[in-house]
């Protein structure tokens, strides 16, 4: 992460993690599959060692996605007032849907502004 940046343009950190993409270069995928970090950057060979999201992306997701699904689904049992099994036909999927795909942007957002900002994990100075 300390290697010199002067060949790479700056990339807007929220564009390229919500597309997955390299944190340096922009061009590189940074996912290998849905949600698991590449160890390196196809393009660039950035080393992703770095890439660290913990559970922040899935705090928010949590909170997001709750908030949509269950406020449809009251909105649509006040309203409509369907059978108990067309709210798990409904509700269930997009879920699971909604939590898939918003946790895969909110990680991707989290490492680019990892890298943007040079965030390490802390440390005490005892010196």
Known sequence: MNEDKALYPPVDPV???IKG????????KLF???????????????????ADS????????????????VGAALWMEINVNPP???H???WIPL???????LTRMLKGVLINLQYRNNARPG?????
Not at 21 to 28: K, Y
Request: net charge negative; with cysteine.
């Open 54 to 69: 913990g559970d922040g992306p899935v705090v928010f997701v949590i909170l997001i996605v709750g908030f949509v699904v």
């Open 123 to 127: 440390e005490i100075d005892r010196g």
């Open 32 to 50: 290998d599959g849905l949600l698991k970090v590449r160890p390196a950057c196809s393009s660039c060979e950035l080393d992703y060692g770095f």
């Open 95 to 101: 879920a699971v849907i909604l939590s898939l795909a």
């Open 88 to 90: 798990f036909l409904l």
């Open 15 to 17: 564009v390229t993690g």
């Open 84 to 86: 108990l099994w067309l």
């Open 21 to 28: 993409l390299c944190p340096r270069c922009g061009q590189g």
